[in-house]
C-alpha cells in the first residue's frame, strides 16, 4: 500500500494520454480475436486448448501463413500448443514470443457476467482470461497478421507459441515442447507477454515492467501427530498446541535480505518516487550490508518486503477428528516463495532451525517436487532493456522502464530452467488498486489492449530489425 501511495504521488501530475481509436482495423482483428477466445472454453477440467489452437492456427492460414509454418501439437488433443513461425534473413537467432491458452476455472454464479462469454462493457472486456493471459494471445496473433501482411522480413526468425496448462496440470505445454520439440521453440531469448505490464493507478501511469527474474514455488507440510484419547482426560502434549507453537516461530521469522542487480534497479526507481521515512529506508535498505532499522520499515510493505526476502507462509490448517478428542494430528500447508538463486533444500532447513522441534515433521506437497523450484535470473541485456525504453518513450513519454521480480510464476520459469533467457514484457496496462485475474469478473481495459497491441507491434519490430 506504502508503494502504491508514493508512486501515485510522484506521477499525479502526468498527462492522460488519448484514447486509442478503437476502429483502427487493428484494433477490431485484436478485439475479435480476443472475443473468439474468450468464448473458447479451455480451463484444465472442461476445456480444451487444442480447440483454442485450432481456430488461431486457421486465422493464421487466412492470413497467408503456409501450413509448413504452423504446428498444433500437444500429448492429447485437449492440451494441445500453437507454435507458428515468421522466417526471417537468419542474421541473428530467433525470438521467441509466449503466452498461455489455459485459464483457471470460473463459476457462473460467481460472476455478473458470463465468464466465458466475451461482454464490452463501459470501455472495458470482460471474460475468463481477458487479463491472464488470452489478451496476450490476441495481441500475438494479431500481431503476426499484421506482419504477415505487410511482408516483412525480420533479421531473425520471430516464432509464436501459445502453451496449455500454465495454470495447472501436469501436460505443462512449454515443458512439453523443450522435451519432445526443442527446435520449434528454440531461440536467442524469449518475450514472454504474461509477465510485466504498464502498472497505472487511478489512471496514470506509473512505469512499465521487465520481468527477468520469478520466485521459486515450494508448498510444504508442517505436521504433528499424536496417539490422541478422550477430551476429558487432556495431557501436556496436544498436536493442535504443538504445530501452533511451530507456526508462531515460523510467523516471527524474516529470510534474510537478498539483492541481486535487478532487484536493486527496481528499488532504486522506487525510492526516487518517495519522500521522508520511506525514502531513507529503501537508500537504507541498500546499502552493503543493509541497516536493520531500515529494513525492519520497508518489510511492513507486502510489496517491498516479497522483493527483499524469500517468504514462507501459512494458508491451511487441519486438526482433529471429534469435538470431544484429543487430536491425533495437526498439520499446515505452508506455502513458500524462494528468490532466485536460494537453494529450496536450504530453506527447508531453515525452517527446521527455527521451529527446533523433532516431534514436527516437515515435507513437501506432492505437487511441488524440490527439485523443480527455482530457476535462475535471467541477465538484463542491454538490447532488450534499450528497446523496451525507446517504445516506452515513444508510446508513453516520461514512464520509465523498470526490471522486476514476479512474486508469482511464468512459463518463464521453466524456460530459463532449459537455459533460454526470458523476459516478461507486455505493455498492457493492469490498475494496481484492480487486479482481477483469477477472480470475479477479469476484464481489460480496450485502450489498454489496443496499446499493448501497439507497444509489443514496435518493440518485437526494434529487437528484430525494421
Known amino acids: 500500500m506504502l508503494l502504491r501511495i508514493f508512486w501515485a504521488a ?45 481456430k488461431m492456427a486457421a486465422r493464421l492460414k487466412a492470413a497467408g501463413f503456409p501450413a509448413a509454418d504452423i504446428e498444433i501439437a500437444g500429448p492429447r488433443p485437449e492440451r494441445n500448443n500453437l507454435v507458428a513461425r515468421i522466417h526471417g534473413t537468419g542474421q541473428r537467432r530467433p525470438i521467441l514470443l509466449i503466452a498461455h491458452l489455459d485459464v483457471v476455472e470460473a463459476n457462473r454464479e460467481d460472476w455478473t457476467t458470463d465468464p466465458f462469454q466475451f461482454v464490452e462493457k463501459d470501455g472495458y472486456f470482460y471474460g475468463r482470461g481477458t487479463s491472464d493471459i488470452k489478451d496476450g494471445d490476441a495481441v500475438l496473433v494479431a500481431n503476426f497478421i499484421r506482419w504477415r501482411k505487410e511482408g516483412y522480413k525480420p533479421d531473425r526468425d520471430l516464432i509464436l507459441a501459445l502453451t496449455a496448462d500454465e495454470e495447472g496440470g501436469t501436460e505443462n505445454g512449454i515443458a512439453w515442447l523443450l522435451a ?28 512499465n515492467e521487465v520481468q527477468y527474474s520469478e520466485k521459486g514455488f515450494l508448498t510444504l507440510i508442517l505436521e504433528a501427530k499424536d496417539k490422541g484419547g478422550h477430551s476429558s482426560v487432556p495431557r501436556k502434549r ?26 536493486r534497479e527496481y528499488l532504486r526507481a522506487v525510492q526516487s518516487g518517495m ?102 535470473p535471467s541477465p538484463l541485456n542491454p538490447e532488450v532493456m534499450k528497446a523496451t525504453k525507446d517504445v516506452t518513450e515513444a508510446i508513453w513519454p516520461g514512464v ?29 496496462a493492469e490498475d494496481q488498486d484492480d487486479i482481477r485475474a483469477h477472480g470475479k469478473d477479469e476484464r481489460v481495459g480496450a485502450t489498454a489492449l489496443f496499446e499493448g497491441r501497439e507497444f509489443v507491434y514496435r518493440l518485437v519490430k526494434a529487437l528484430a530489425g525494421q
Open 180 to 207: 519432445n520439440h526443442r527446435p520449434l521453440i528454440d531461440a536467442e531469448y524469449c518475450i514472454n507477454l504474461d509477465g510485466g505490464g504498464l502498472e497505472i493507478k487511478g489512471g496514470k501511469k506509473l512505469l
Open 275 to 376: 519522500q521522508g521515512e520511506m525514502a531513507n529506508a529503501v537508500a537504507g535498505v541498500l546499502e552493503n550490508p543493509p541497516v536493520p532499522t531500515a529494513v525492519r520499515l520497508v518489510s511492513m510493505a507486502p510489496d517491498l518486503n516479497a522483493v527483499l526476502r524469500t517468504t514462507c507462509v501459512a494458508t491451511m490448517v487441519q486438526a482433529g477428528h471429534a469435538e470431544n478428542a484429543l487430536p491425533q494430528s495437526a498439520r499446515a500447508t505452508v506455502n513458500c516463495r524462494i528468490l532466485p538463486g536460494q537453494d529450496p533444500q536450504d530453506v527447508v532447513r531453515t525452517l527446521r532451525r527455527v521451529i527446533d522441534d523433532s516431534a514436527i515433521s516437515i515435507t513437501t506437497a506432492s505437487d511441488s517436487p524440490i527439485d523443480d523450484v527455482g530457476s535462475p
Open 238 to 263: 496436544n498436536a493442535i498446541y504443538e504445530l501452533a507453537r511451530a507456526l508462531l516461530l515460523l510467523d516471527h521469522y524474516d529470510f534474510p535480505v537478498m539483492l541481486d542487480a535487478g532487484r
Open 10 to 54: 510522484l506521477f499525479t501530475g502526468a498527462a492522460a494520454l488519448a484514447q486509442q481509436d478503437a476502429t483502427k482495423p487493428e484494433d477490431a482483428m485484436v478485439r475479435d480475436i480476443l472475443r473468439e477466445l474468450i468464448e473458447t472454453n479451455t480451463t484444465h477440467s472442461t476445456g480444451s486448448t487444442g480447440a483454442a489452437a485450432e
Open 400 to 428: 520509465p522502464v523498470v526490471p522486476v521480480m514476479s512474486r508469482g510464476a511464468t512459463d518463464g520459469r521453466t524456460l530459463r530452467r532449459a537455459g533460454m533467457p526470458v523476459y516478461g514484457i507486455s505493455g498492457i
